[in-house]
């Protein structure tokens, strides 16, 4: 029985205390008087009564009810209920007149009222009859009822209730009232009544679910409201979904005003506050809101809710809507079931069923999460108490769920520790949930796809539900008297009563001595055996593969007979198969099951060689744990490795334990934990199972009665029930033999993981400390991951050599370290399974004893063992060496471990492990090597060779490896190349860490050269490697160092004028060095001081004289270009002919225009040397734009330049400092220069155009790009407003790129025209401007090509017509820049010139990108995540959408040259994106480009004499050591393979040629791409051959080295490449197709070759050059097997397989040389096989075809290959056709061509066929055609006439809408009827059709309708 109310208490507003302003409450009477004995009185009620604050009020208010629950320091929950009502005030004259007038003058007595509350505190939680109360004082004193209220409240402190379990209890306060309390079946079922159905209906499903989660894991819940009642029913509701958990933090469902700042207490909460404070909670951080009225949630961004595992979730939000929304399924019915309307009383019934359901739903939802939980319970204890212990780690394992964060989280949660220790004992009472979890879940699993079965099982637990909170459903009448209607709004109400406090005391005592007379039995709890329910199960039906599983366990089993039976051959070669095997879980539960076979009386002996197999297989098995299940494994194999041992020496013997100390899971305090449970829960079942020694009758009686059979299966758990039900009945000694058994069982269990641990803890080389590693860091959990730190490693090395003193200290620390460990373990698992403290107190005395005992017979084992022999390594294999290479460091004996790349490990393709490989690690002058063979012994004999350069090096760190032979740890180093190469190895033992430091600090001094002469591409051959350089440029670089200190000092005193008082020898210069002398240094500089770039050096500088320096500049490839190109003289301009608009400039000869330019640059005649200087100024970098190709065809130039300089910081803070005036107006000057420069530049252009025939561009005014400086502010404001130009006639908008918007890879960047009209056209998208023709003429969208829409047309013979149009309306000349450049220039109403802007990948994103790129193709490890797939990482590079930017670019540019538009190219600093760009428009428009001449000269001209940074983005000096590796040179290349792949006829060169390059640019093997400049080259004297010096110091070129390979082998050649003769070809452009779907992953990335290394190091030995030619050793040995065994990461395919050519050249080779003769050069026998093929295939065309095309091999490849990527429709059939079936690339074409070339068209389908006129594209005429209507293939295909053997386009019918006649349009074919005229309408667009008649037109309307109809 239990009170009814413990207190009831009179709460009033407090006079005296409200001075502040905020009004206060006080306590006026309370009863009982006293403090209850069992209940304390709650402090603070008064705050609680008026959760918002004390207000008084100035009207009457309705009464108002709700319940606060307060919880006391013993976590019991109070609950109490305040009813408010308000009463006038009377006394308030003259308390409160100073704040009355504060307010609004005085106020009259009457208009004031307080409250007042009635509070009535209980532990019980009836809300209703607590109202009911309450209501029934009030309304005795409201209407003045003669009832005393002393009875009342006396009666009501006396009253007694009955516990739960379904009683009724009928009573009355004396006030003519009848109540009745229904008591529910169950206490630990929560009682919601409606709140839960009302908090979905307020929230929604989604809401709840998400602080459902929230509470669950820990999270802090706000609710608020403008109800208090609906924020304690939202709290109850929440808190009872999470049954069978219970809350144990902070419960406050209103919280008062005053307590707001409870709300930044750090432990999680469930809390509602009043919406008043909504302002006051939104600014906290950590906390979910949750607003009630308004239906939302609020998670904060720093929250991460961990959502339910699916399918759970899924299941659970279809089941809520299911019972929320049962309309939902009958929503969409025609005929819905009608409605009824509910009465009052029904309504409520069917809200509270639903609250049931949802609650059911919930049920089941607990019921599948912790399904099988009792399996997991560890029995530690039994007696007195049970003691239980969860094992998370199995219970996760085996739900599958380990990664699962929300089921983790809930199980480390304190709700779940409540719930073990509740629902953990095996004998207790049970409830719905124990069922539910034991016997249902198999059912709910089955139903979850029925949605009737589930809702029927919904129901019938919402049903127990119910019947638990309403046991008698026939309730009995119930009269409480209601206070009349507006009875709170008279006016002369008395206020509440005093009440007589003696009265009511002396009452309440009468009433509790009459209630203790007739007070019924309490009702006994019935306990029971709880049912254990099956074991745990996966949550996901998991439908893994089990890799031929009984295979791998047979290999396992075998592997360890062999191992016993000592058979060592076998053994060899099926332990690395079982070593793989024991990644299989099943297997490594199978190793520890065949192991305890092997062990007798505890103890099994070994020979060596046995110990060592033994050992390796069980540090396998322990590596490969995953955490799930290496508690288990680990367990298992714990009294393994105190078993198997070994005689190292009389007396001293080593077990297997000191072998496998290295895994971090034996410093996991939570394994020793469990397992620690786990072994105490077998001995106590073991205790309660044996009879042996028992001495108590009952007990052993009891046993006897089980059958023997029974005993066997009686888990621990039903071993405990069994007991604990019998404790009571047990006498008091055997209570205590029992405990003390129990006891005493796992004490001694303690002392023996005690020792367990000391032996697993405890290393055996002590000097090595191992557990350092893990323990010194004193986080246990943690600590198992940590890295020795520094210090550590520090004094683990210096104690090889140190004193025996240190020794010790050194075995103290380890000792200490131990001991810690195991006496915090101990603490913590006696205490919690009741060892008594004497024990423990023994124990901890014990423990230091074992340690040092064990540290001291571990020195002995640790000396034998080092005596045992030395195990047989393989012989080190020295690799041979490179012409001029030289060993830097012996070779190291490591072991190479397989990194993330499967090929090479057998992978998902299978084949040989040839990975791990064991042999040595070389450091070599050029290369780092590998040499070694494969471990496993079935491989064979081959070598294993892996090897990149020095200088490719892009990191170097040290790793900690698992030994793959010894399975064990070990130091390893990692190296990653920059030519997609990884180099991971385990050093050996006898590699000592001193050692590998040399290594690595002699791999840094290679990697990072002191000069370029330190390289291997000079010192190659010389012993000493010169640090110093050459003695004659001694001079030189004493002057730049000079020169760098003073520009610093200048630049800190702000001024730099040094430098610029020199002449140039020549005449023009003089007339700007007044000017020069004190100019501000303009350059922002990029990686180099400021004298490098703008210092201008003085020719004393160069030695060289001018007239050599000449003669050498002219030999370079950009002259002998722009001499092939006709681009000009250099000669004086006196003698120089009119006719030419360029000239070449010698200006730059020294370097002193522009550093990173070449000495020869190509500018418009009409530009004055003097005046570049200028307008070099205005460049980033003094880069100006020069012309650097020439379209043949259309004459445009295509220029290249340095970024415009902005005013940038830089720029604004230079011209702070300069004083003088003279540097604003040169700074004018220059922006006046540059004007003019691009003003001659456009020009020139246009005449030149016009001179070459092209006379469609006009000259006009020019646009003018220059920084604006001060002075025009103004001007430059329009260019804000060109954007949209309002008052502008001009239109200066890019619509380049309209479609490309939304577009992720955005290329260009779009501004609205002027008019709001929309042009389609090509140029219209090139600019929208008012001078366009606005009819509706369909150009080509380059925007939407941009977009990545390509489906590219071809040109046909007709568009010479429209290429004219276009020509007329397009710019002359297109700048492409940045972006933000737009801003910095005014430009003037120039028509012939247009800014495009450019979005392009910066540096940054690229060094970024070729990172992500590495780790994809060359990955560290194999992903622990099976998600991160190689295509995935490849993806998540962002590298291709990098080439896909690149090489839009260059179409779109090569296309606008094509068209007779010249492009400037000026983009950041001139040297990555621009050469980049520049070189890859040539390659795409200049045949010349694509043979190996060609690209060796575009290479040269483009970035090694337009200064693009090699030495800097490669890093391959020491300055730029730290600025990241930046492949832009390699981005080039892989976009040239991506054209190369699409055209395979087009290039003289083949893909290895790319490769070559690819590889060599970074290798320091050639000198060609070393330094960052032709400057820096001619600084250092690497620039020219100089053929009289007699200098040994050459250094190889490799342009030289290609050219000697390419004349004795076809190495670098494509035997497609079909170079066409005619001279229209010239201009042929490639037109690539550039979406990323058609780009391929370049196998260069991921490719590699272990038999050799990397097959791009050729030796340079005269005799033999091309491994191609040479016949392999290992080939003629075994040549009477002609079978070969080809692996792709193994062999070098190309060579071991070579294609037919190349073999067929191979053999001719060799019976030349079989015949004595002198071998013929392959390129000449190649040429006269290429002649015979044209002339056997011109016969045989004339044979067979006599009118066919004879050029087979060519010219339709050409035909095909001229479609333009700026779609120009010639007519939409072709486009039709084109846009289905485009091949990507020559060949496709070519053999389709070939194909149709021989198919008569006699075997068409042909229904209907006869010629109709078509109507061209827009603007073009009407054509006849023959169209042949095909049934078959559903189309309608047309030809040019009835002969015309080749079909030119077809619409497919499938696409075809409607045909319909049409009326005849301008331009029809003359003297047709009206009638002939049809139109057919596709989904595309639609085509008009005249046929001969109206008869005909009718026929092919009738055929064409009938074959749409019949599909």
Known sequence: MARLADYFIVVGYDHEKTGSGEGLGKIIQRFPLKDLDDTPFPQGIELFCQPGGWHLSKERKQPTFFVVVLTDINSERHYCSCLTFYEAEINLQGTRETEGEEESGLIQPAEVFAPKSLVLVSRLDYP??????????????????????????????????????????????????????????HDSLPVTGTSVALLFQQLGIQNVLSLFCAVLTENKVLFHSASFQRLSDACRALESLMFPLKYSYPYIPILPAQLLEVLSSPTPFIIGVHSIFCNEIHELLDVIIADLDGGTIKIPECIHLSPLPEPLLHQTQTALSLVLHPDLETADYAFPP???????????????????????????????????YRSCLQLIRIHAEPVINFHKAAFLGQRGLIENDFLTKVLNGMAFAGFVSERGPPYRSCDLFDELVAFEVERIKSEESNSSKMLKHVRELAEQLFKNENPNPHMAFQKVPRPTEGSHLRIHVLPFPKINENQVQDLIQDGLVKNQSVQPASRIEKKCVVPAGPPVVSIVEKSSSVFNSAQRLEVVRNCISFIFENKILETEKTLPAALRALKGKVARQCLTEELSLHVQQNRAILDHQQFDYIVRMMNCTLQDCSTSEEYNIAAALLPLTTAFYRKLAPGVSQFAYTCVQDHPIWANQQFWETTFYSDVENQIRSLYLSSKEDNHPQYLKQKENNSEGNTQEKTAMDLAAEQLRLWPTLSKEIQQQLVQSEESMVFSQAIHFANLMVYLLVPLDTSKNKLLRTSATGDWESGSNSIVTNSIAGSVAESYDTESGFEDSENNDIANAVVRFITRFIDKVCTESGVTQDHIRSLHCMIPGIVAMHIETLEAVHRESRRLPPIQKPKILRPALLPGEEFVCEGLRVLLDPDGREEATGGLLGGPHILPAEGALFLTTYRVIFKGTPHDQLVGEQTVIRSFPVSSITKEKKITIQNQLQQNMQEGLQITSAAFQLIKVAFDEEVGPEVVEIFKKQLMKFRYPQSIFSTFAFAAGQTAPQIILPKQKEKNTSFRTLSKTIVKGAKRAGKMTIGRQYLLKKKTTG?????????????????????????MHTSGTLKASEKSTMEQLVERACFRDYQRLGLGTINNSSTRSKTEYFRITALNRMYSLCRSYPGLLVVPQCVQDSNLQRVARCYRHNRLPVVCWKNSKSSALLLRAGGFHGKGVVGLFKSQNTQTSAPTSLESSSSIEQEKYLQAL??????????????????????ALSPGTERRASRMSTVFKQVVPGHLDVNLSNSFARGVLGYR?????????????????????????????????????????????????????????????????????YVFGEKSQLRGFKLDFALNC???????????????????????????????????????????????PQLHRIMQLSVVMSELLENGSSVLVCLEDGWDITAQVVS????????????????????????????????????????????????????FLDCVHQVHNQYPTEFEFNQYYLKFLAFHYVSNRFKTFLLDSDYERLEHGTLFEDKGEKHGKKGICMWECIDKIHKRSPVFFNYLYTPVETEASFSQVLKPNVNISSLKKWDYYTEETLATGPSYDWTMIISKCSTLDEPDQRDESSSHSKRKIVWPCYDDINKVQPDAITNLLNEIERLENKLHQNPERWQQLWERIKVNVKEDTKQDNHRRHPSGSSAVMSANLHSYQKRSLLHVPDSGLGEEQNANNSPSNGVERRVTTLYNQFTSKNDENRSFEGTLYKRGALLKGWKPRWFVLDVTKHQLRYYDSVDDACCRGHIDLAEVESVIPASPTIGAPKHTNEKAFFDLKTSKRVYNFCAQEAQSAQQWMDRIQSCISDA
């Open 128 to 185: 209703e009859i607590f109202r009911a109360c309450l209501g029934l004082v009030y309304t005795v004193y409201v209407d003045n009822l003669n009832v005393s209220l002393e009875n009342l409240i006396a009666n009501l402190c006396s009253c007694f209730v009955p516990a739960a379990g379904g009683s009724q209890k009928l009573f009355s306060l004396g006030a003519g009232d009848r109540q009745m309390i229904q008591t529910p079946l």
């Open 1305 to 1373: 890879d955005k290329c260009f960047t779009h501004s609205n025209s002027k008019s709001g009209r929309v042009y389609q056209g090509v140029w219209a998208s090139l600019r929208s401007s008012s001078r366009f023709i606005s009819t509706q003429m369909p150009f080509l969208d380059v925007g939407a090509r941009l977009a990545g829409k390509d489906g590219s047309p071809s040109y046909s013979s007709s568009n010479a017509y429209f290429q004219n149009r276009l020509t007329k309306r397009q710019a002359s000349l």
């Open 1242 to 1263: 456009l020009n020139a252009i246009s005449v030149h155009c016009k001179m070459n025939g092209n006379n469609t561009l006009t000259i006009r005014p020019t646009i």
């Open 1071 to 1095: 007339t700007i060095v007044e000017e020069r002398a004190n100019r501000p240094g303009w350059n922002e500089d990029d990686d180099i001081s400021v004298s490098d770039d703008s210092e």
């Open 338 to 372: 009608p409605r009824t309307a509910l009465s009052q009383s029904k309504m409520l019934f069917a809200y509270c069923s639903q609250d049931k359901e949802v609650r059911g739903v919930f049920l089941r939802l607990f019921a599948q999460l912790f399904q099988g």
């Open 1480 to 1531: 890859l428009v040539q390659l795409l428009s200049d045949p010349f480009y694509r043979t190996l001449e060609g690209f060796r000269m575009l290479v040269e001209k483009e970035w090694l004499s337009f200064g693009h940074k090699f030495s800097q983005r490669s890093n391959l000096t020491l300055n730029c050591q730290g600025s990241g590796f930046a492949p832009v040179f390699l981005q």
């Open 1394 to 1440: 247009e800014f495009v802007p450019v979005e392009f990948s910066d540096l940054r994103q690229v060094k970024t990108s070729f990172k992500k790129l590495m780790s994809a193709c060359i990955p560290s490890s194999i992903p622990s995540d099976p998600e991160i797939t190689f295509l995935k990482a490849l993806g998540e590079s962002e590298w291709f």
